[in-house]
């Protein structure tokens, strides 16, 4: 049996963006997070978007998102906030894994995950 | 458009255990994950169940755990690999973002992630 | 025999802050970096110092200081950079390692290690 | 005025050993930390050592090794520990940061720090 966890207390649908060009696009059921995300960084278009799933409750939020076409998964953990200015702001951290070829884990896994922080606001 | 990402090349279907007492269940449908989590440390009781979501492409794989009951959300990142010995592995890193109340967030905040490694066998 | 490595590429030395009312005091020799740290979270009063020991090269930076007496130690890693309108930047992230009585590691080791991001300006 | 912090508690003094062919030899004074690392992975010869520097209070450690000559620093946070079956052994995280040229910091500073998990035993 599932019992359930608190709903989001504050709102995370529609658009965010990180402060590099890179946007998202969320949509609250209950816990679960689902959405868009189109990168500025790295060799996606800009345009193109990636596949976004995820959890909030209260104000933590949780998501990941499916670079997979570009070798590589990301996972970015938060929560929301809100500024001494009263901008709200989602502060996170996240890890980008990305593959390293089998023949070459057993001396390079160990470089595989990308670590960094990112802040997200409205447009 | 969605252009597809590659399939998950290895099989993640299944339980998996993560020496601690923590298990896992996982359910893949081409690159979206679901599955149930049951955890051996903190408060929940080890048979209670967390719903948990994500993605894999090759052997990579992220995934989240809604722990919303308790307070927390964790994700993970990582890969599967082969120990020398022939046993197979997911290697990862995780971070648990746990709430902290609206009024303590300005001097708390930056005490809210966790972060970890874990590793997953077949039991 | 150690092989020399590049000594830093930019100023490092003197006083930064991280926007949270932390401060610390850098000095530079060659590769090794030593200091003093306040902090404005947690327990300690913002007036008490903390030792910092690490490194530079180039512009990269790691540093641990010791928060003993509050039963903690932080390390940062990071590079400086410049931002677009021109400011000089820290960027890092940091881990913090709080003491796990013996007694409750096997269940509660998982629990140590924070994570975080910090930026650091001059003053 | 530096308060005193906790010497360690434990033995960190001499070689340890990571699993992956790296080790470490370390040199405890007080609270500071010293020593030499020697790394199994990436470019260097396992024979070449890189300097170390770091704290310890209690059981717990963070110590940085100077990778500078081959374009980056590494940083560990962790707490020394006993296995079920009596082994000795510190458990940590790990951050590397990696240098991004400052022409490129704009569009790559966000990719360059690697993550990591890493268990220190005796020889």
Known sequence: MIIPSPPASVDFNGTWENGLGSEMDLVVNVNLLSGEYRTNVGLPAPSEEFD??????????????NFGRYGSLTTWAGQQTETSTGQVEIKTLWYLTKNVPDSREPNELWSSILAGAGTFTRP
Do not use: E, K
């Open 52 to 65: 976004l799933t995820g959890f909030v409750t209260g104000d933590l939020i949780t998501f990941t998102v």
